[in-house]
């Protein structure tokens, strides 16, 4: 399993279309928190990251996308997913290669937001005056979501060996785990059931884990989802007729 990670890494790294990925990401996520007007942190004339981590899932949503698209696509287009499940490692093994290999990609993104953090922190007044429960959440939100949308993305791939397909796939399934479910819960419809079906949703729980407050029920949902896809993925790689 480590080779697989290894070698999807040292693939993704070697393209351009990684650091374009990556690079637009982080431009993007500063413009938002420092440029933009109205919605900088300077026009809002407080030490959070509320931009970012309002904005951030969005684009995520377009990056693991298309980090992901090719993870299994690729492999079945280019005829080598036959060597690799030809190798002493399990279907498991193989998906879940793929799946933390798209997290640490993930990670390699989202790390350099840390400096936003700093700055805050030395802008706030008096400085370090700022939420870092709050900010802690929030960053655990993100890698969450990211977890999510990785699996989400992983299963995508694996069900097309056309990576715009897999990419418009995945874009769409995280779209509506994230969006849809709280839009219905927003037309207050279902009585007491609306908050039963924003629950449904990725947005309600990320929201809930950004105000620094731990919830197991929120951690369980994450979990359930991710097995839910790796599951699905599993059991996609399975019926295999390739």
């Known amino acids: 399993m480590f080779e697989i990670i290894y070698k999807e890494i040292r693939g993704f790294l070697s393209s351009l279309i990684a650091y374009v990925v990556m690079l637009v990401f982080l431009i993007a996520t500063g413009l938002f928190n420092w440029v933009l007007p109205d919605i900088n942190i300077f026009d809002n004339g407080y030490a959070n ?17 298309a980090i992901t698209m090719k993870s299994f696509s690729e492999e079945k287009k280019n005829g080598t997913i036959e060597l690799l499940t030809t190798r002493p490692i399990s279907d498991l093994e193989i998906i879940l290669g793929k799946y ?25 007044v008096p ?5 870092t429960g709050a900010l802690l959440g929030s960053y655990l939100g993100l890698f969450l ?7 989400i993305g992983i299963f995508a791939s694996l069900i097309s060996e056309n990576q715009i397909v897999s990419f418009v796939s995945s874009l769409f399934i995280c779209f509506a785990l994230y969006w849809i479910f709280d839009l219905i819960a927003d037309f207050k419809l279902l009585g007491k059931f609306d908050t039963l079906v924003s629950a449904l949703g990725i947005q309600s ?5 950004s105000r620094g407050v731990l919830d197991s029920r929120d951690l369980i949902y994450f979990l359930s989802l991710n097995t839910l896809f790796i599951a699905a993925g599993k059991l996609v790689f399975g019926t295999r007729k390739w």
Not at 145 to 151: A, D, M
Not at 205 to 209: D, E, L, N, V
């Open 49 to 65: 990251l509320d931009s970012l981590f309002g904005m951030a899932p969005w684009l995520l949503v377009f990056l693991i996308s």
């Open 100 to 124: 933390f290999a798209g997290i640490i990609l993930v990670l390699f993104t989202i790390l350099p937001t840390l400096i936003y953090w700093y700055s805050i922190y030395q802008l706030s």
């Open 127 to 131: 400085k370090g005056n700022i939420d």
């Open 145 to 151: 979501i990211s977890s999510c949308f990785v699996s």
């Open 205 to 209: 729980h990320y929201q809930s884990i």
